[in-house]
């Protein structure tokens, strides 16, 4: 296998899994269709970032209720520490009311927005697999060619 085809197993695959995270959040997203696609799109960037950060944010606050006094956990994030938290989880919640009310108002053009956005990036997965296939597909894609003719022989 020569380097160009090892080389692009990866982002193939990559491309691949994050396809249905980009129509997902393209449902979530405000605009038109195409806005929506777009956002999708670029949030794939950002969102691991987040979703990282407000991980650790909840791991810190957890890990300092078990270690630290009650006094020393009431100085450090006051006596309200479920407002730090839905603090670190307001995209999520955003995300999941923006989600609820694109659903519920334009469905048609939410389930579009995530079909562009989602079969953007896999025709771009495709295209990445076919290039390093060279166009002849997978050794499994040739095996079921062939069975298919000695199993169904008159097709």
Known sequence: MGLLRQTLILPEYITRLTA????????????????????GTQKLVTVPGEICKSA???????????????????????TDVANTLIVNAQGAIDYVKQ?????????????????????????ISRTIKFVRQKGRGSILDRFERKMGTKVWPGR
């Open 56 to 78: 650790q944010n909840f791991y810190g606050v957890s890990t300092d209720f078990d270690t630290l006094t009650a006094k020393a956990f009431t100085m450090k994030y006051g």
């Open 20 to 39: 249905l995270p980009a129509g997902l959040l393209a449902a979530g997203s405000k605009g038109n269709a195409l806005e929506k696609a777009v956002a």
């Open 99 to 123: 989600f609820g009310e694109n659903i519920s108002e334009n469905p048609i053009e939410t389930f579009t927005a995530a079909g562009i956005a989602a079969g953007t990036i896999y025709a």
